[in-house]
């Protein structure tokens, strides 16, 4: 089945800059990568996805690039700001497949330091 | 729009107490929603997966007969945890994917602590 790496587990920048999340996934049928951000006590809160027939897909202030030869996918955050604060979660899933289900990396706690 | 919510947003009842959460998909229709439990931490774990008019498909190690899972609408699921342990307590999350689309939004999440 599907197995989706993140990382860092943790990271902290300061106000301005920019933050990037990695994720990894194994099934190469996995066609839909969506990205979620989670505020402490909340539900996740869907911020960008991409399909695979795409290589990036930007947002304002939040891009998110697909890789398929390597199976790896990024989100990106420039100028981030304090409310940016929460935990990211990364996501893949073989939609239309037998296997339909969100399968969800272990999160990222971001900081933005004022 | 995409607007999922849950009800209660938390609640705390005794050991051997039966619990329904709600979700519903307030401005969309949703052939399909998922239940989730989340540790403190720790990431989403998928618990069930309720089609409107069948019956859940839970996953691997999900006691189908502790948590009952109902999908009577399209707008609404509702997650009984029977005879409810301390082991339950837990935060629990819904999520409904809209008709004919692959997005899932999730309602804000219920905590349940059994005492």
């Known amino acids: 089945g599907e197995n989706v790496e993140q990382h860092p587990s943790t990271l902290s920048v300061q106000e301005g800059d920019s933050a990037v999340i990695k994720c990894t996934y194994s099934d190469s049928a996995s066609n839909y990568f969506p990205w979620y951000k989670q505020e402490l006590g909340k539900g996740p809160q869907l911020i960008i996805d991409i399909r695979s027939n795409v290589g990036e897909k930007k947002d304002q202030r939040i891009a998110v690039t697909l890789n398929k030869t390597a199976k790896h996918f990024s989100l990106h955050i420039t100028e981030t700001q304090p409310e940016d604060s929460a935990v990211y979660f990364c996501?893949?899933?073989?939609?239309?497949?037998?296997?339909?289900?969100?399968?969800f990396g272990k999160g990222t706690k971001l900081s933005v330091k004022p | 729009g995409a607007v999922v919510s849950q009800h209660p947003s938390w609640v705390i009842c005794k050991s051997g107490t039966s619990v329904k959460i709600e979700c519903r998909s307030l401005d969309f229709q949703a052939t399909t929603m998922f239940w989730y439990r989340q540790f403190p931490k720790q990431s989403l774990m998928l618990m069930a997966t309720s089609n409107e008019g069948s019956k859940a498909t839970y996953e691997q190690g999900v006691e189908k007969d502790k948590f009952l899972i109902n999908h009577a609408s399209l707008t609404l699921s509702t997650l009984t945890v029977t005879s409810a342990h301390p082991e339950d307590s837990s935060f629990y999350i819904c999520s409904a994917e809209r008709l004919d689309s692959v997005e899932q939004y999730f309602g804000p999440g219920t905590r349940l602590t059994v005492t």
């Open positions: 996501a893949a899933m073989n939609y239309g497949g037998s296997q339909g289900n969100l399968i």
